[in-house]
């Protein structure tokens, strides 16, 4: 006989399921952007399971973990779907630098938007370009940023349908799935890392910590997003102050 922990999960994994399938239905073509963290891995799993017709990419930043690269490649080999890979526009990230210098994002919170700007939102617009949906692992409880968000919204950022499907698990579910059914997972989670990024800005935590305690952790939780996942004004009026850097350095790469 099951336990109550593996109806719970079992219902879980129907309903995202569920999701994943109307998503598809309703919204094709759809996307999902893989950032390889556990949550990820979780959908990675039940994507090629369940729902095929989901497309699959990740971003690289240029400034990713070994273990991160590791992952990229043990997921290529594992999986009928293939992971499309975005970088960044190289001229973009080479005046960001010149500008900067090359650690500059832990200057000021803005320095650091703008990095992530180039680095992860705008080769984000391109994966997201000419889609119907997209799908994120993004979940409820792991930051404040986050609490207010739904399983489906429409992205008036990028345009289209934006769907959270694991909105409602708890990190204890994730980690009981990837047991559970031997899901592939990045290694730095064994080292204390539960939140994972550019490896410049992200660091393991300590127990009891918040679990983004180690992404950006010189900032307060407010500002912790990078601009893929706005939602609210504060994070709205950075995101627009990043779009006019953007553009103030498209200008003076063009002239």
Same mark, same amino acid.
């Given at each position: 006989m099951k336990t109550n922990i593996h109806n719970e999960l079992d219902?879980?994994?129907?309903?995202?399921?569920?999701?994943? +399938?109307?998503?598809?239905?309703?919204?094709?073509?759809?996307?999902?952007? !893989?950032?390889?963290?556990?949550?990820?891995?979780?959908?990675?799993?039940?994507?090629?399971?369940?729902?095929?017709?989901?497309?699959? $990419?990740?971003?690289?930043?240029? +400034?990713?973990?070994?273990?991160?690269?590791?992952?990229? &490649?043990?997921?290529?080999?594992?999986? !009928?779907?293939?992971?499309?890979?975005? $970088?960044?526009?190289?001229?973009?990230?080479? &005046?960001?630098?010149?500008?900067? %210098?090359? !650690? %500059?994002?832990?200057?000021?919170?803005?320095? +650091?938007?703008?990095?992530?700007?180039a680095r992860k939102v705008e080769p984000l617009r391109r994966a997201l370009k000419g889609k119907g949906a997209w799908v994120t692992g993004m979940r409820r409880d792991q930051a404040v940023t986050r609490g207010a968000l739904d399983v489906s919204a429409f992205d008036n950022d990028n345009g289209l349908q934006k769907f959270n499907p694991l909105l409602e698990w708890s990190n204890k579910d994730v980690w009981a799935y990837i047991r559970q059914y031997d899901v592939p997972y990045n290694k730095l989670h064994d080292q204390f890392y539960p939140s994972l990024g550019c490896a410049p800005c992200t660091r393991s935590i300590s127990p009891g910590e918040d679990i983004r305690a180690g992404r950006w952790w010189w900032e307060s939780p407010e500002s912790k997003e990078c601009g893929l996942h706005a939602s609210n004004t504060s994070l709205k009026a950075s995101r627009e102050r990043i779009i006019e850097i953007a553009a103030n350095v498209k200008q003076e790469v063009t002239a």
């Open positions: 219902k879980k994994i129907a309903d995202t399921v569920a999701i994943l +399938r109307q998503a598809a239905s309703e919204f094709a073509p759809v996307v999902f952007a !893989n950032s390889l963290g556990a949550e990820d891995m979780v959908l990675t799993d039940l994507i090629a399971k369940y729902q095929p017709d989901i497309q699959m $990419f990740s971003l690289d930043t240029g +400034r990713l973990p070994k273990e991160t690269y590791d992952l990229i &490649q043990e997921v290529s080999q594992q999986y !009928n779907i293939p992971l499309h890979v975005y $970088f960044p526009d190289s001229t973009r990230v080479q &005046q960001l630098v010149t500008e900067h %210098g090359i !650690n %500059g994002f832990y200057d000021s919170v803005e320095n +650091r938007k703008a990095c992530c700007f």
